[in-house]
């Protein structure tokens, strides 16, 4: 079967991973496809190798909803170390300067952190993910050239539960943030307030988007194991799932088992449809990338004029639909991520036969 046979009938939808500390997200992504036997897979939005939590991951033609994903709040849990600031920002960097931290510098550091929330304009640390000249900044910083990057936007949209501990000079709390935001960058920006250096020293994501990493979805529990590093250095690991079955097959079939509706994923409210309802049709002509009408049959709005999602019964018909401006009473595909030949069949099928799979979310913005 050839590479694009491979991924139409594959497994398509979200994966949510709790990433271990140790493998980068990429490692984690490495995982996933050498287990569903190389369907292509991508994560929505990197989190560091120290970092652990929640990394959302689509398989097959769900990789296509990152532009949506990746525009997501995320919840965090951090640590901030005060006292002492690093070449990566976090913990794993080496010193670049130390201070001894009194009291009041401590104390000042509880009371700045909630006067943190809003929007700031800071730049990304060195050692990240972020591009310059389409390059990874952490792949130019590794070959010893100096780079400085522009301030960015990153807003913290909330700060709760804050905690500290005075035996290693230490701020904890959960954030809220913007899409773009660097909690290390944060991290850095509370030491300039108070005047002193600062990193992050733990990192946790909890939530993305409507996703939580307490959900009894999330694959959890791996043992990591350090490789011999890249020819670059760069060190390397083995994931292994000691949850499931050992086997290829174990862990393919359970990591199936918590695959989901690329649905779960959006923001939207959902409304089911049978494939003989007008709605399905609706689904079906918009999936052929035709432009229908509001008051078209099947079409549901909320009360302040919100459009909503139409799980179809067959196929794994998922779009993204956004209104035409400035005509707002005509709709047109935004994206496709299913084929439309897998949709086509939807008002001539019996219902009777077939399970809700995925969904056709409708975003009212233009």
């Known amino acids: ?43 929505f939005g990197t989190l560091d190798p120290a970092a652990t939590g929640l990394l959302v991951i689509g398989v097959g033609f769900g990789t296509r909803l990152n532009p949506y994903v990746a525009s997501q709040t995320k919840v965090y849990r951090a640590r901030i170390i005060l006292g002492r600031s690093t070449t990566t920002a976090d913990a794993q960097g ?25 929007l700031h304009a800071l730049p990304p640390p060195v050692y990240s993910a972020a591009k310059i000249a389409g390059e990874r900044a952490h792949t130019i910083a590794r070959r010893g050239e100096s780079l400085e990057l522009a301030p960015r936007p990153m807003t913290v949209v909330s700060i709760s539960e804050i905690a500290s501990d005075r035996t ?18 944060l991290a850095t920006e509370l030491g300039r307030r108070i005047g ?59 990591l199936l088992h918590v695959l989901q509706s690329p649905a779960s994923v959006l923001e939207v409210p959902v409304h089911a449809v049978t494939p003989n309802e007008p709605g399905a049709d609706l689904l ?26 139409v799980v179809p019964s067959v196929g794994e018909g ?17 994206r496709v991520v299913v084929p439309p030949r897998q949709v086509r069949g939807l008002s001539e099928t019996d219902s009777s036969t077939h399970q809700p799979s995925d969904a056709l979310a409708l975003d009212p913005t233009a």
């Open 196 to 254: 002193c250096p600062a990193h992050l020293g733990e990192l946790r994501r909890l939530a993305c988007g409507p996703a939580s990493v307490g959900s009894p979805v999330v694959v959890s529990g791996f043992h990591v194991e350090s490789r011999p590093p890249s020819r670059d250095g760069k060190p390397r690991h083995r994931l292994r799932w000691t949850v499931a079955d050992s086997t290829p097959e174990g862990q393919r079939s359970a």
């Open 284 to 309: 079906r002509r918009l999936c052929e990338g035709q432009t229908v009408n509001r008051s078209d049959p099947g079409w549901e709005t909320s009360p302040g004029g919100e459009c909503v999602g």
């Open 318 to 334: 998922l779009i993204m639909v956004r209104t035409r401006a400035p005509d707002l009473d005509r709709l047109r595909p935004d």
């Open 1 to 43: 079967m050839s590479r694009r046979g491979q991924r139409a009938n594959g497994p398509h939808g979200i994966l949510y991973v709790d990433k271990p500390a140790g493998p980068t997200s990429a490692e984690v992504v490495d995982w996933v496809r050498w287990t569903l036997g190389g369907q292509p897979a991508g994560h």
């Open 168 to 185: 290693t000079w230490a701020v904890e709390a959960t954030l809220r943030v913007s899409t773009g935001t660097y909690i290390r960058s």
């Open 94 to 118: 080496e010193t670049l300067s130390e201070q001894e931290i009194s009291e009041s510098e401590w104390l000042a550091a509880i009371e700045q952190l909630p006067g943190m929330v809003g």
